[in-house]
């Protein structure tokens, strides 16, 4: 028999067989919709006497009824049940919802009777299964009508149909003709199926055609039909027992359990085994789905089920539903991975005549049937009546020949369809490649592939009026291209061909030695037309030799080539349009990188805002300046922002055309702070001139206002010490004639003890005023840099001095502890004695209205350091401004309470650069609302010592 007449009749065995099973498949469904098959929930086991009750579900009807496992029922309604089939067919005839009397013997004791109602079987498992079948159908009908000559897809959808069988029939128990129809090709898909699975998995992507091979694919049938063969033999001969029912139903989920674990187990091994990397992905996906559709069914079902466990509906239909992801996973490999390998030029040797012979044959068996159908059932028409069939079914039947015919057209015609299936598909494929590289090797690889030449090369062209060049090949190593001015196509001419490229007399010398080069017959235009004119441009160039044969290319195949060619142009230049406009679109991203960073880098705040007044951009110094992440103020309308401050004044500019700048503007922020800002408006234009927003620049200048107040109290301070000094040295003139004076009436009234002791008190003070305008004077003067040997008790004893006044008013105790005989140290008087005055003073802050404040200042020598401690028990500092204490201007007294002094925070930022410009180090330790320590540590200097005073611990003033 003709292969292609092989193929014809499968072909039609095959859709026969499929448009059964689907009608049948509806027939079921709509029967087991309509038919409620009534059931007592019970799972019931022959015995001596009766039926024993295995497991009672909860909330069934005889749980209700009161029956529990272990009850042997004897009689329903007075008619013994020693079968379970006695059983159903008692069930069966009262139907649904009503009411049975079972006789019950519990415990071999008494018997009792209970009233039992039949409910409707649950079988809501049945549409997850149909749904699952349905998918199979599918997914077997897609690979059939799209791939059905590729290897395997006949098999596939032998097993794919099967599985619609196996899930989609099921037993209603109406016990007629078509339950038992229905009833025996499940028991055949359930024998078939689990072997095509596995038949499938083994054969998968290798040949079948060895003799073993053949065998060991045969040999994997015969467990499913002994299967099938003594379920059909326990119904039809043995009159077999529920117990043995249930034994072959175990050995039949076994056997499709063993079977699907089995092949999953094949295609992972495969999977780990596999090279080619697209084998890899089909079985990377095959396996998965495998093992994730048969361990879940296999744990929670099978394994409980032929263990007699009980089994939760809820797992059961889980269990089931797991089942899905087969199919799904086999159509993700088949849609994403090609499951079947395609052949793009069919070979079928069918021809026209045999189909047309066949379709008036089909036609002619049809009338005569339809003739008959009248001829019995209205004899009274006679011949006028066989005349009105025949024309009626001729005029239905006409519209059904023409797409039976177009459907035969299309399947068997040798060359014509097969081309135009193939440019359907290659149409796609060109057209979802939009990088130029990959699209010109695929059009060769293609090319190559359907046309089996041996030679293919594409040329392409850049730009417009760019000369051509070579851009893909296959069968061309190393050949060089020179001159390629001869691919030029005059008139209609679409294609170039030379017979023999190496004796191209009309070409030049360069052409020849390329055109030889090449050795390509066939040269095709690739056009696209010029926006505009109209006019067709040659964008690409195919070249092909000669088919492996060596033979030339027919005229049909240059046909279909030149329909080709106009798609493979339209393709290309697609392909460049993309690539020059992801060029373009990189260097615009590029641009607009460069410009986002410019505006992220500036340190000056900008936002824009559109038409509506919403803020569309706003950079990283404007979240830093005006405490607001970009993503809360993107899209917000300014009002929901900023203050009525700023908005009063935007308002009051945004409808001038010219830019306006908002001078030390005070700008509330969302944190608390209040900054000053010069505050810049502009119009936001278009190239046009069309103005589509605002963009606002705003320069934080607190810091630098902040600084040129600092800058005018230093100044100030400075004047108020060039007065201190002038007054210091003024008043030095009147005491010391004040001295004298109370000198020489000393030495007078020497005599006289009352006297006396008034004059050492006028002399004494006047000697400490003189001591404390000294002071005064110079601490006033401008230091030098010069460094010198130091004696830090002194610097200590002259600061306290000058602030002992000071401490006695604001009733501050003075606790001095300075240690004898202290190393010297290297640094400069009038700086160090400006870092004790600032350390002092922020001790006598820090204590302000404080009922008893003490200070402590103590000095002594640790290792080879001196250090200095000085230290208050007043209101300490906060943990979490401890590392921001030593920052330029920053001060927790912005607000001082009356009396107390303003802070300028720049006392701490000098002492810390003082301690640094003497090598030493400053400490700080604190406990809010106990105290403060400041710890000072200068490098002693080596053998050189001063005996100095005694160290006092006295109490100066309390």
């Not at 069939?389 to 014509?416: C, E, Y």
């Not at 109370?742 to 050492?760: N, V, Y």
């Not at 006695?808 to 004790?836: C, F, H, M, W, Y």
């Amino acid at each position: 028999m003709p292969k292609a007449f092989q193929v014809r009749i499968t072909a039609i065995a095959l859709a026969l067989l499929t448009a059964a099973a689907c009608a049948l498949g509806v027939v079921n469904f709509l029967r087991e919709i309509h038919f409620d098959l009534p059931t007592d929930g019970v799972s019931w086991t022959e015995i001596q006497g009766g039926l024993k009750a295995e497991r009672v579900p909860a909330n069934s009807p005889a749980q209700r009824a009161g029956i529990r496992p272990g009850d042997v029922l004897i009689a329903v309604d007075e008619h013994p049940t020693p079968r379970v089939a006695t059983l159903n067919r008692q069930i069966w005839r009262h139907g649904v919802w009503s009411r049975g009397t079972y006789s019950i013997v519990r415990n071999a004791k008494a018997r009792f009777d209970v009233q039992v109602i039949f409910e409707p079987t649950d079988r809501s498992i049945n549409q997850g299964m149909r749904l699952i079948g349905l998918v199979y159908l599918g997914i077997g009908l897609y690979v059939l009508f799209r791939r059905w000559t590729a290897p395997g897809s006949m098999h596939f959808y032998l097993f794919c149909l099967a599985s619609f069988v196996l899930y989609d029939f099921k037993y209603t128990g109406e016990l007629n003709t078509l339950d038992w129809t229905v009833f025996y090709a499940n028991l055949l898909a359930q024998a078939l199926q689990p072997a095509l699975f596995l038949h499938f998995a083994v054969s998968f992507g290798r040949s079948s055609n060895s003799l073993p091979r053949r065998i060991l694919s045969a040999a994997l049938y015969i467990p499913g039909f002994v299967v099938a063969a003594l379920q059909i033999i326990a119904f039809t001969t043995w009159s077999a027992t529920e117990q043995l029912h249930h034994r072959l139903d175990q050995i039949a989920i076994g056997y499709l359990s063993a079977f699907y674990v089995t092949a999953a187990i094949v295609f992972y091994t495969r999977y780990r085994r596999a090279r080619s990397g697209l084998e890899r992905q089909q079985l990377k996906w095959l396996s998965r789905g495998a093992l994730i559709a048969v361990i879940p069914f296999t744990l929670l079902y099978t394994i409980p089920y032929m263990a007699d466990w009980d089994i939760w509906p809820i797992v059961a239909k889980l269990s089931g539903l797991s089942l899905v992801f087969l199919p799904l996973t086999f159509a993700w490999a088949i849609v994403r991975y090609r499951l079947m390998d395609v052949d793009l030029i069919f070979k079928r040797g069918v021809t026209y005549t045999l189909a047309t012979a066949g379709l008036v044959g089909l036609y002619f068996a049809v009338i005569a049937v339809s003739a008959e159908l009248v001829h019995a059932r209205l004899p009274g028409l006679r011949a006028w009546g066989l005349v009105a069939a025949i024309v009626v079914t001729s005029l239905i039947f006409d519209p059904l020949k023409n797409i039976i015919q177009a459907r035969v057209d299309k399947l068997f015609d040798r060359r014509r369809f097969d081309y135009r299936s193939t440019l359907v598909d290659f149409g796609r494929s060109l057209s979802s490649q939009t990088d130029i590289n990959l699209l010109t090797r695929s059009i060769v690889e293609r090319l190559q592939q359907t046309l089996l030449v041996t030679r293919v090369a594409l040329f392409t062209s850049s730009e417009p009026g760019a000369p051509l060049h070579l851009a893909a090949s296959h069968g061309l190593n190393d050949v060089p291209v020179n001159d390629l001015s001869f691919l030029h196509f005059y008139g209609q001419a679409r294609h170039l061909f030379l017979e023999t490229p190496q004796h191209a007399m009309h070409l030049t010398e360069t052409q020849q030695a390329t055109a030889a080069a090449l050795d390509l017959n066939y040269y095709l235009a690739c056009t696209v037309g010029e926006p505009g004119t109209g006019a067709q441009r040659t964008i690409a160039v195919i070249g092909l030799g000669r088919t492996s044969r060596g033979d030339f290319l027919s005229s049909e195949d240059i046909e279909v080539l030149e329909s080709l060619a106009g798609y493979i142009g339209i393709a290309i230049q697609n392909a460049q349009l993309y690539t020059r406009l992801q060029r373009q679109v990189t260097e615009f991203e590029r641009l607009k990188e460069f410009n986002e960073n410019i505006v992220e880098s500036i340190h000056i705040g900008i936002f824009a805002v559109d038409l509506e007044d919403r803020i569309e951009s706003w950079n990283a110094e404007m979240e830093v300046m005006y405490a607001t992440p970009r993503v809360s103020a993107l899209r917000r309308h300014l009002s929901e922002v900023f203050p009525p401050e700023f908005l009063g004044e935007f308002e009051r500019l945004k409808t001038e055309a010219t830019t306006h700048t908002l001078y030390k503007f005070r700008l509330p922020t969302p944190a608390g702070e209040v900054r000053t800002a010069n505050i810049a408006i502009a119009p936001l234009l278009t190239r046009d001139f069309v103005p589509v927003g605002r963009i606002v620049l705003v320069d934080d200048i607190t810091d630098r206002v902040n600084m040129e107040g600092q800058l005018a109290q230093a100044e100030k301070l400075s004047s108020i010490g060039l007065l201190a000094a002038g007054i210091a040295h003024e008043v030095n003139t009147p005491l010391a004639v004040i001295s004298s004076y109370a000198q020489m009436l000393t030495k007078h009234a020497g005599a006289d003890p009352r006297l006396s002791s008034i004059l050492e008190k006028i002399t004494q003070q006047t000697f400490r005023a003189s001591e404390i305008a000294n002071g005064l004077l110079n601490f006033s003067r401008t230091s030098t840099t010069e460094f010198t040997h130091l004696d830090i008790n002194v610097v200590i004893r002259d600061t306290l001095a000058l602030l002992e006044h000071q401490m006695k008013t604001s009733r501050i105790k003075l606790e001095i502890d300075l240690a004898p005989n202290l190393p010297l140290i290297r640094g400069n008087q009038g700086k160090l004695q400006q870092v004790a005055l600032n350390l002092l003073m922020n001790a006598k802050d820090a204590m302000f209205n404080r009922a008893e404040g003490c200070l402590h200042v103590q000095t002594e020598a640790v290792g080879n350091n001196v250090v200095v401690r000085i230290g208050d028990n007043g209101s300490g500092i906060e943990p979490s401004h401890l590392h921001k204490i030593y920052d330029p201007f920053f001060t927790t007294k912005l607000q001082p309470a009356v009396g107390q002094r303003k802070g300028t925070g720049l006392g701490l930022s000098v002492t810390y650069g003082i301690m640094q410009e003497h090598n030493g180090k400053i400490d700080v330790e604190s406990e809010p609302g106990v105290g403060t320590v400041f710890i000072l540590e200068f490098p002693a200097l080596a053998d050189v010592t001063r005996l100095g005073n005694e160290a006092s611990g006295r109490t100066i003033h309390a």
